[in-house]
């Protein structure tokens, strides 16, 4: 069992930038990959990245290839989510979530998911 908590939303402007973080607790976290999916009103659930156990490994949605880098610090049981130039279209709640598999671009491969943080870009 893994409980993850997000952090980090907000509103902002478009071009700006915000860092989303995500603590985890309870079973050790390198055992995990990571991922961060993103839900807007009305919309499916998303896939926005994901990180490999070591962090030696990255995947990211076209959408946000370029402008979000995902990183994690095993020692502080904490995955991130860097998001520079921010678009209108990226309005959504952002949700880390964990997978005992590893890496994985759909939300049926993660065991674990967080409460979700509000991303507001303002055009």
């Known amino acids: 069992q893994v409980q993850l908590v997000e952090s980090g939303g907000g509103l902002v402007q478009a071009g700006d930038s915000l860092r989303l973080s995500c603590a985890a607790s309870?079973?050790?976290?390198?055992?995990?990959?990571m991922g961060w999916f993103r839900q807007a009103p009305g919309k499916e659930r998303e896939f926005v990245a994901t990180?490999?156990?070591?962090?030696?490994?990255?995947g990211y949605a076209d959408s946000v290839k370029g402008r979000f880098t995902i990183s994690r610090d095993n020692a502080k049981n904490t995955v991130y989510l860097q998001m520079n130039s921010l678009k209108p279209e990226d309005t959504a709640v952002y949700y880390c979530?964990?997978?005992?598999?590893?890496?994985?671009?759909?939300?049926?491969?993660?065991?674990?998911w967080g409460q979700g943080t509000q991303v507001t870009v303002s055009s």
């Open positions: 979530a964990a997978s005992e598999y590893g890496r994985s671009w759909y939300s049926s491969g993660y065991n674990y």
């Open positions: 990180i490999s156990r070591s962090g030696g490994n990255t």
């Open positions: 309870g079973r050790t976290f390198n055992t995990f990959a």
